[in-house]
């Protein structure tokens, strides 16, 4: 081992486990990966040691649907605004993201994309951002949830070829309403291209999103908002959804989205090995009520909804910490389901394999969290980059 790498042993923590078990155990990072995972570790020359006794240890929540928070738009023009968000989302158990983009225009779309491409990996002191999910253009009038009209746009080849060369590699995940023609073409090129398609914004039939699942979408964005509902005769997307085992659903467990007993019902069906909790937030999340703009409209953050002055949900107020915590206290899962939906199952999504779990290998992104579930300290890559008080 160099001198120069870092070492810190976390000990005495209630440690959650791969399998969704716990135990009480010390944990040894070196650099930025746990080398090991044991009760009564010895700290090795040099190494700075947290006591963790009275904590739960989990793997650090990855958003990989979220548009800002703390006051902070992942939506820019300023490289420096993502990482400020970077460094503010560590504070709410977040330890990587998908910055998360749709505009006013395609063109202050390519703008965005292009800024979060830039600082697409690591953020000194801050969460790592791990790509660009784009929210559209190419999904349905009939569904626009609060997408600008000025970003939606038909499906075709010169714009997906402007977009993918705007981020520059950078494209993990882009929603795509699959019933829209020249969709399939589109669905296509991004999975041949290693981008996950995800359906949604949508006004597909179950046959229309099977056809897409069929030809390699894996993904599912924010369930059951801003798309055809289940119907028993017209099932709709979630239903295709559920009938391909690599298909994960985005669930927004913030109470406003979904009724508890909706996002329950999800759970209970996907199961938390295909659900991933996503925020969805924007720039006011985590602050007290106040006004931003999408789309040239105003929108309110009041009684911890986001919405248009026509009343249509505008993205959410919630935090990764907040909704991992309604899972568990709105008995829709335990805190090891939690974490798995907050956590290996969005890696799994993004084909991260060495982030999700606190094993040895794995990258050094854990939360602290205390008795009644608040951050105590995050690590990301092995450093500690936020601790309570």
């Known amino acids: 081992i160099s001198r120069m790498t870092q070492r810190t042993l976390l000990r005495g923590g209630l440690v959650v486990l791969p399998d969704g078990g716990t135990k009480t155990a010390d944990v040894l990072i070196t650099g930025d990966r746990i080398e090991a995972l044991a009760p009564g570790l010895d700290a090795p020359d040099g190494a700075a040691t947290w006591d963790a006794s009275g904590f739960t240890l989990v793997p650090g929540f990855i958003d990989v649907h979220v548009h800002g928070g703390g006051g902070f738009s992942l939506i820019t023009r300023d490289a420096t605004e ?6 503010w989302a560590v504070s709410r158990g977040v330890t990587s993201f998908l910055a998360t983009v749709c505009a006013d225009s395609l063109e202050a779309g390519l703008r965005a994309v292009g800024v979060a491409a830039s600082v697409t990996g690591p953020v000194g002191g801050g969460a790592t951002v791990l790509g660009v999910n784009l929210e559209g253009p190419f999904v349905s009038p009939e569904r626009p949830g609060a997408l600008p009209p000025a970003w939606l746009r038909a499906p075709n080849d010169e714009t997906l070829r402007r977009l993918m060369d705007a ?5 993990r995940v882009m929603t795509v309403a699959p019933e829209l023609e020249g969709a ?3 669905i296509e090129t991004l999975v041949q291209s290693g981008v996950r398609v995800s359906v949604g914004h949508t006004d597909a039939t179950y046959e229309q999103a099977r056809e897409a699942f069929e030809l390699g979408a894996s993904h599912v ?12 005769r017209e099932p709709g997307p979630l239903v295709a959804a559920l009938g391909f085992d690599g298909v994960t659903v985005e669930v927004i467990a913030d109470g406003v989205h979904l009724h508890p007993a909706t996002a329950s019902l999800l759970v209970r069906v996907f199961g938390p090995e295909r659900v991933c909790l996503v925020t969805d937030a924007v720039s006011p999340a985590g602050l007290g009520a106040g006004s931003f703009r999408i789309g040239g409209h105003e ?26 915590h309604n899972v568990v206290s709105w008995d829709v899962d335990d805190l090891a389901g939690a974490v798995r939906m907050a956590s290996s199952t969005p890696a799994r999504a993004l084909g991260l394999d060495r982030k999700g779990a606190i094993a040895p290998g794995y990258d050094a992104d854990i939360v602290a969290l205390s008795r009644d579930l608040d951050i105590a300290a995050t690590w990301v890559g092995g450093r500690l980059v936020y601790e309570c008080g």
Do not use: C, K, Q, W
């Open 299 to 324: 929108a309110r953050l009041e009684g911890g909804s986001i919405r248009l002055p026509d009343g249509t949900i505008a993205g959410s107020a919630a935090t990764m910490d907040a909704v991992v």
């Open 184 to 186: 399939v073409h589109v």
């Open 221 to 232: 964005t924010h369930a059951f908002n801003a798309m055809r509902p289940l119907h028993h």
């Open 167 to 171: 981020a520059g590699g950078a494209l």
């Open 82 to 87: 993502i990482e400020s968000y970077a460094r």
